[in-house]
Structure formats: C-alpha cells, structure tokens
C-alpha cells in the first residue's frame, strides 16, 4: 500500500499522513450514530474546552483497527528507525472519539494515554484559513483552529519547541502519546471543526 506522509521529527517522531476517502467515510458514519446519543457523550472524559465530544462504538473500534493497520504499520516502521530498535506492529485500539468544535472552543496543552495517538481531519472550515488576517493578528500565535505540538524548553523565546499545522480534510498526524499538544479557539460563527482522536498500546 502506497501511504503518502511527511515525516516531521524535530523531536519525537510525528507523521502527516493522508488517509484514503473510504476511511474518512467509515469516520462520518461511525460519528453521526453517536452523536447525541448520551451513553456516549465523552465530555466528561477529555481535556477539551467543549460540549459536542463522543465515544465510538465498541464495534467501531474492531473495525477501525483493521482499516488503520497498514498506517500504523508505515509508521512503526519509521519509528524503529528512528529510535534505532525494533517497534511492535501489533496494537490495541482502546480509545476512539469524534470532536465537534465550535466558535470559542479549544483544547488545553496535554497529551494522551498509550503508545500513540492520532488525530484525524474530516471537517475544516475554510474561514479558519484567513480568519488570523481577517481579525488583524500580528503576532506570531498559531493560525485559529490549528494544532500545535510542543516539545523540548518553552520558555521563551519557545518557537523552535512547537510546530503548528492548520490541517486539510483527510489528514492524519501520528505520535507518541506522551507528546504535548493543544488546539487553538478560533471565532468565526456558525462553522464546525470536526476531528477525530484515538489512543492505542503496543502488544506482543
């Protein structure tokens, strides 16, 4: 299978992938059948400054297994290289949930639980891509609606310790979970930012 990533590893090993359209549509399907459905609210469970966070299904879980496979795959091969030893390939997939961000919105600095997590793209407002012009912002903050990874000394001046992406639709970036990271407010009205975010260990 022919994965198209960049690597970026000016820290921790973390990889942009872009996943196939099939998968981001298996993601919409598994999040409209949870969304609203109070048994799965995950509010309670994240980090996240919002109200519209659900937990997949359990057999949403077995079958996105399957179809991030040969993704995590790809990367634990990376991975070995990296850190000069071998990675499991083998994985359980114990946490899967879709964020539904809005106006105001936002997510803290931290990191997650497991081996890796991942975080995946099926909604991008295209007013995200110029609101920072539109609100005049002149400083060096990252561009509304973007994520940021931190790594290594913040203290300032810090901007060699983070790297920030405004994501396209179908974009998934891969790390360790240990891996700090926050998601940016953004203030346009009326548009939805839709991600999708899981954790998972290695096994033997």
Not at 1 to 19: A, F, V, Y
Not at 93 to 110: E, S
Not at 171 to 184: A, G, K
Request: include cysteine; charged fraction near 20%; charge should be negative.
């Amino acid at each position: 299978m022919n994965i198209d990533k960049e690597s970026i590893t000016w820290g921790p090993l973390m990889q942009r992938m872009k996943l196939d359209s099939s998968i981001i549509d298996f993601l919409w399907e598994g999040a409209n059948n949870v969304r609203g459905v109070e048994v799965f609210n995950a509010e309670h469970l994240l980090a996240a400054g919002m109200h519209d966070e659900w937990s997949f299904s359990p057999a949403a879980l077995v079958d996105f297994s399957e179809l991030i496979k040969p993704y995590v795959g790809s990367y634990c091969e990376d991975l070995s290289k990296h850190i000069s030893r071998p990675v499991p390939h083998n994985f359980h997939l114990h946490a899967l949930w879709v964020n539904f961000q809005k106006c105001g919105d936002h997510n803290p600095l931290h990191d997650h639980s497991g081996d890796l997590s991942f975080v995946i793209y099926l909604q991008i407002p295209e007013e995200l891509k110029t609101e920072k012009e539109v609100l005049g912002y002149k400083g060096q903050c990252p561009t509304p609606g973007s994520i940021t990874f931190v790594h290594g000394d913040t203290r300032p001046p810090f901007y060699e310790a983070r790297k920030f992406y405004l994501p396209e639709v179908g974009d998934m970036f891969i790390f360790p979970s240990c891996l700090f990271h926050t998601v940016s407010p953004f203030r346009t009205e009326g548009v939805t930012r839709v991600s999708v975010s899981g954790n998972l260990s290695f096994t033997a």
